[in-house]
């Protein structure tokens, strides 16, 4: 397989116990337990599996997981899905893993409801701009809000999402996959240390990819010193809420 250049999680053995803390994190299945002449410890599977996005950080008591830029092989998405696919038929998979959706092309019809009537409702959105890139961490906006992190597949998947998940909130959008993870975790520590949210909530698809904005969150309240009350929403892509997290 073809290597590059990218981000990839890299495990200091001198500082894992081989606790598994983090294995269930790790959306791809990346991480395993193996037997070392040191004692158990944590590794790759293989490097391809892991998508570098971090997820598994926050949950290592010892600090011996980081995320670094090296020459491995590409991420592997339908390699991960198969290798996913014996614990999910012998229901050992993690609770948050799923099957990723963003390796197939699918389509559905969408469900009616049973009225025929058609009530118009008003947007919730009461800021500009809303991508993290974009918005100024001294956005009045921000002071003191309900701050909510949306990744920007869910307000297309969840149709009440203005009414469920906006409505007297602040917001910031971004794609954990897509964009730059570090500029990310700056800006959103500069809105926190800067803005003194009440709260953080993060709203995400269910594919193992979005899970990364989660990451990011907590990195980011973890760089800003602050205590604030955090909550995560897990959206389906047929747009159900799958779980909601504290």
């Given amino acids: 397989m073809t290597k590059v250049k990218r981000k990839i999680i890299k495990i200091d053995e001198e500082k ?7 294995i269930p994190s790790c959306p791809e299945g990346a991480l395993q337990i193996v037997d070392t002449p040191k004692g158990p410890k944590v590794r790759l599977v293989k490097e391809n599996f892991c998508d570098g ?11 011996a997981l980081s995320v670094v830029e090296a020459e491995v092989e590409e991420y592997d998405e339908e390699g ?8 999910h038929h012998s229901h050992k998979m ?3 893993v799923t099957i990723c959706p963003s390796a197939k092309v699918m389509s559905w019809q969408a ?6 009537s058609r009530k118009s409702v008003g947007s919730e959105l009461r800021q500009w701009p ?14 003191n809000a309900d701050l909510v992190l949306v990744a920007d597949c869910v307000p297309f998947a969840y149709a009440d999402f203005h009414q469920d998940f906006l409505k007297g909130k ?8 897509l964009d730059d993870v570090d500029a990310y975790i700056e800006k959103i520590t500069q809105i926190i240390k800067t803005a003194n949210p009440k709260s953080i909530e993060v709203i995400h698809m269910e594919v193992p990819c979005c ?36």
Avoid at 111 to 116: E, G, N, R, V
Avoid at 227 to 246: D, L
Wanted: hydrophobic letters at 40%; charged letters at 15%.
């Fill in 94 to 96: 993690p609770k948050r």
């Fill in 16 to 22: 894992c116990n081989g606790c598994g803390f983090c």
């Fill in 53 to 63: 996005l971090g997820a598994c950080l926050g949950e290592c008591p010892q600090g």
């Fill in 211 to 246: 899970y990364g904005l989660v990451h990011i969150a907590k990195e980011s309240l973890r760089k800003s010193g602050e205590n604030i009350p955090f909550e995560s929403v897990i959206i389906g892509i047929k747009g159900e809420v799958m779980a909601t997290e504290v």
């Fill in 111 to 116: 469900q009616l409801p049973k009225t025929k």
């Fill in 130 to 143: 809303v991508q993290l890139h974009l918005v100024p961490p001294v956005a009045p906006y921000f002071k």
């Fill in 170 to 177: 602040a917001i910031a959008i971004g794609c954990p996959k």
């Fill in 80 to 87: 991960v899905i198969a290798h996913q696919l014996p614990q």
